[in-house]
């Protein structure tokens, strides 16, 4: 499990969604914001790609967790990485191993991970702008929960634009 902290603002503005939406004047504001929200937690949930900088927080119990631990999302700054075991001391005898999939956390001491307690590995994440291709899927992706917002039935009434998810899945795991 892990956690975002000191998250960057989301890298697209109220008036780029206006502007895709061919909305005039400020009066679905509110609603477009939300629809742009839940488009791009969505897509980084699909996707395990962050799309603004946020700092990362993953908790594990025991060392033994830590061997092999895939960083949960991405883009990883992997220089970034920290370690830490429950009292907040920084642990060393461990480094990232960037290549793969996704970068993980590979242990070459195993005499530096002796409290059976937690470890807390922390780093930085996500995309400082987003490319044009994906920003096409989340404004099609937002457009789309804006659009059918008020669209409620026990059966799917209008598909996602096919396009989003060709888009996001060249983004996913081991794409960047």
Known sequence: MYELY??????????????????????????????????????????????????????????????????????????????????????????????????????DDWTQFTVDGNYTVTYNAGLNAIPNDLMVAVLELTAHHFENREATAPIQLHAVPSSVWSIVANYGRGKI
Do not use: K
Request: net charge negative; proline share 6%; aromatic share 8%.
């Open 6 to 107: 000191n998250e960057g603002d989301m890298p697209i503005s109220v008036s780029a969604l206006r502007d895709h939406c061919r909305i005039v004047g400020d009066d679905f504001d509110s609603q477009l914001t939300r629809a742009w929200y839940a488009s791009a937690y969505d897509i980084e949930r699909r996707s395990g790609l962050l799309l603004r900088p946020c700092e990362v927080r993953a908790i594990l119990r025991g060392g033994s967790a830590l061997q092999g631990f895939s960083l949960p999302v991405g883009p990883a700054d992997t220089t970034t990485v920290a370690v830490t075991d429950g009292d907040g001391d920084s642990v060393t005898g461990w480094y990232v191993d960037p290549n793969g999939a996704w970068p993980r956390i590979c242990i």
